[in-house]
């Protein structure tokens, strides 16, 4: 077998890893083993000098990493990636924060890691880059003549022609695509956003075989919806360690995970939560909503605006519904241990999982995953979060920006009977459980090798 080479801004060093590209990854690298090679914050450049990668054994796979200097990590990490890619790809270009240099940083961080990393290759590796940080990097590996199959995946939303119409420099922006054999995307939405900004921006041809024709070039591209290790983290949360008790026995708990990002709606979903509280007012104390909120992207303005938003909201359902020895919203600000989180979403009697625009939401599957089948959780889940696609059948779909659509769903999840509930759960977990993390790598990786040959056979001719 070919060794896998994954590529992806941060390589996993710590035990505590909340995000879903490092979560899904690592799950995908501890059963294939192989290279990944990321990047790293220094206050310096190390004694290595900026001519090296550097080398952290210590797991079941090889990691290299490429240290980034604080003016790095400003232009290309917090200023290109975060402050114009991830909002335009969440459809916030409201959000964004341009400055002169970023762009420049980000592309010449992508060349200069495709410069260290391509003597560390071998012919017969097979290449998966992904997500926003790093999607020049085929072009640039390309232009050192790395010839191997190279395929990207992205694991947020796909914008709309507009979106991209946002940058600046769209024109590069589109045919750094090209270079890949394979461009993997989340769900059919974001296909058709691909397919539609190409035509639109790029006057690329959609071919009968769903390739689609830009300049001299061919791409294709697909959707390979990101699964969990569903029966892992069943058992993780079948053997969760003892939790203390959240609630008074007469109380439903509701939770809500997520990094604190303003794509998450987590604001809407308090708003939600009070509408249902409002209505509901009689039966106020029968329910706990318990929100895990990790910080994430702290240097970056929209990022202290969600906070402060968040906990005066918090503070004001408390302060409204609150009472001795009742605390509707419990707000945790931290990042918790695995197994722990684990074991508070088999005690939740419902999710709450409201994003305004997301990937797909490893969460949403994370829930279903550790419910015990004999008396599950309800989820409710935004119709907006990729997860929809697969998991209509079994989820409440709620609108996120509706504040009265999600205290109807909480109202439901409340009093569904048990046989609903069961059916309900075992179709979103029969869908989880065939489409896990084993079989997005291996549908991927054969796609790609599928790609990349029959790229090589059209150009021998
Ligand atoms: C991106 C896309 C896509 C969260 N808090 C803690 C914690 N987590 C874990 C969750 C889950 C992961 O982090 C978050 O994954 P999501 O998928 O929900 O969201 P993003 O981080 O935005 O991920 C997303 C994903 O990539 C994969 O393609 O689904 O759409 O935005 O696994 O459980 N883990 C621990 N403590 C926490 O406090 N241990």
Known sequence: MPRLVVFSNRVPLGDKPSGGLVVALNDTMASQGGLWIGTETVKERSGNGPDAL????????ERLAMGLTPEEQDGYYLGYSNSVLWPLFHGRADLLS????????????NRRLAELSAPHLRPDDTIWIHDYHLIPLAHELRKLGVRNP???????PFPVANGIRALSDNAEFLDWFSAYDLVGLQTQRDVANFIGAFRTLGRAELLSDGRLRFNNDFIQVASFPIGIDATGFRTAAEQAPELPEITTSAQKVMIGVDRLDYSKGLPHRLRGFQAFLRERHAEADRIAFLQIAPPTREDVQAYKDIRRDLEQLSGEVNGEFGDIGYMPVQYIHRSIPRARLAGLFRRADIALVTPLNDGMNLVAKEYVAAQDEADPGVLILSRFAGAAEQLAEGALLINPYDAASIADG????????????????????????????????????????????????????
């Open 54 to 61: 550097v080398n952290h054994p210590g797991a079941t796979f």
């Open 98 to 109: 341009v400055s002169v240099g970023q762009f420049t940083t980000y592309t010449s961080v």
């Open 150 to 156: 190279i395929g990207f995946f992205l694991h947020i």
């Open 410 to 461: 909480i109202t439901r999840a409340v009093t569904m009977p048990l046989d609903e509930r069961r059916t309900r759960h075992a179709a979103m977990w029969s869908e989880i459980a065939r489409h896990d993390n084993d079989w997005w790598t291996a549908t991927f990786l054969q796609s790609l090798a599928r790609a990349a040959a029959s790229r090589r056979t059209s150009e021998s001719f």
